[in-house]
């Protein structure tokens, strides 16, 4: 059973950057799509990143494009989520998640595309 377990998230002022990090267990990190989602309290949970297999190609929620990179070291088993000019609005619990076998990434934005979730990292920006 693969695990995901992010990091990095904190406490921040609005403007400041944060990087997080997801890192999965197991073997065949490279054949899954990797995906970042948050939540707000009170909110349902929304797409912000996704990555294909080998890092080819991404796709950002409009909120975070120009803002949020998303990148993958397959050879650590680890993906990441640079957080640049950091806003209050995005303060979330923030989620990496695995996508299905089937999905190659960088095309649809559903968590229904993603099966294994890890627990999630805070991120609070204050104004």
């Known amino acids: 059973q693969v695990q995901l377990v992010e990091s990095g998230g904190g406490l921040v002022q609005a403007g400041d950057s944060l990087r997080l990090s997801c890192t999965a267990s197991?073997?065949?990190?490279?054949?899954?799509?990797m995906g970042w989602f948050r939540q707000a309290p009170g909110k349902e949970r929304e797409f912000v990143a996704d990555?294909?297999?080998?890092?080819?190609?991404?796709d950002y929620a409009d909120s975070v494009k120009g803002r949020f990179t998303i990148s993958r070291d397959n050879a650590k088993n680890q993906v990441y989520l640079q957080m640049n000019s950091l806003k209050p609005e995005d303060s979330a619990v923030y989620y990496c998640?695995?996508?299905?076998?089937?999905?190659?990434?960088?095309?649809?934005?559903?968590?229904?595309?993603?099966?294994?979730w890890g627990r999630g990292t805070q991120v609070t920006v204050s104004s």
């Open positions: 998640a695995r996508g299905l076998i089937s999905y190659s990434g960088a095309s649809y934005r559903r968590p229904s595309q993603f099966d294994t």
């Open positions: 197991g073997r065949t990190f490279d054949v899954y799509a």
């Open positions: 990555i294909t297999r080998h890092g080819g190609a991404t």
